[in-house]
């Protein structure tokens, strides 16, 4: 399933308690860590570790069948005259850059990974080498008005949303959404290694109640939809895709945890 929260801001940005401004966002899982600055660290070591196999997955994979699908929904979701819109923890941007073509949208992507932010030029991306949180706090200090803010499965490496999500809201234009795409807080369906659904459940340290709170708290009104997406592939694609780690709680595994996890799944070829 896919969950998507959008925010969105009233187009006379007056300051006022009673003032909330529309919002969306969709589906994300956030990892318990008692040091978030370890967080930060070891989601960007992941990520610079899997470059190479991040865009062969069927959830990243250019011109892939996800992509097209969450392509439809984000462009419902971005404001009628969205001209400039921001991607936080893009990635290599071969989403957003999709988006940026066939939108014809300037996007600027945030990506605290240089290994992932350097292939970001192949789409015609715009990249900052930053975490969320000092991007966000510069933008809105630096009075940005953006359009639109996405926040695409990066909800489990947030380990501040009260204060990454006035930042954002500071740096919307009136009548600008932020848009949180992130997958659901139980893994239920994934056919992952019994310690690989201890490890995601571990990551939800904040349910997604708790970013929708903090989304109305910094002044936005949040509307939140549930999507599913039904995947299917062959038996060796998966198990690729799992030794390669190409999500991020996977990386917590050793290869050995892994191989005999496969193991005792017995999963079927298809």
């Known amino acids: 399933a896919m969950v998507r929260l959008v925010a969105s801001r009233l187009p ?4 006022s308690a009673s003032l909330r401004p529309l919002a969306s966002a969709s589906t994300q899982y956030i990892p318990r860590c008692s040091q978030p600055s370890e967080l930060r660290m070891a989601a960007v070591g992941h990520y610079a570790a899997v470059t190479t196999v991040y865009e062969t997955a069927w959830c990243y ?8 699908w969450l392509l439809d929904r984000v462009q419902d979701a971005l404001p009628e005259t969205c001209k400039t819109l ?4 893009c990635g290599t941007a071969n989403f957003s850059g999709v ?3 066939e939108s014809a949208i300037r996007v600027i992507g945030v990506e605290p990974s240089a290994e992932m932010a350097a292939k970001a030029s192949e789409y015609g991306v715009q990249v900052e080498v930053q975490d969320a949180l000092s991007w966000a706090a510069g933008a809105s200090a630096n009075g ?22 006035v930042n954002l809201a500071g740096a919307l234009a009136p009548g600008g959404k ?11 369906g994934y056919p992952f290694p019994a310690k690989a659904h201890d ?5 939800v340290e904040m ?20 999507e599913k997406y039904k995947v299917q592939m062959d038996r060796e694609e998966w198990i690729r895709l799992v030794r390669g780690r190409f999500w991020s709680h996977l990386s917590a595994l050793s290869d050995d945890e892994i191989n005999d996890g496969l193991q005792e799944l017995n999963l079927p070829d298809q």
């Open 99 to 101: 988006l940026q073509r």
């Open 12 to 15: 006379n940005p007056v300051v």
């Open 207 to 226: 349910p997604l109640q708790t970013h929708v709170k903090e989304l109305e708290a910094a002044g936005l009104s949040v509307h939140v939809q549930e």
């Open 86 to 89: 921001v991607d936080i923890g």
């Open 199 to 203: 490890r995601w459940a571990a990551g």
């Open 178 to 188: 932020i848009l949180l795409l992130t997958r659901p807080d139980k893994s239920d």
């Open 61 to 68: 994979q250019n011109n892939g069948d996800f992509q097209r």
């Open 144 to 165: 940005s008005n953006y359009d639109a803010i996405m926040l695409k499965e990066v909800r489990h490496h947030i380990d501040d949303p009260a204060k990454l999500y």
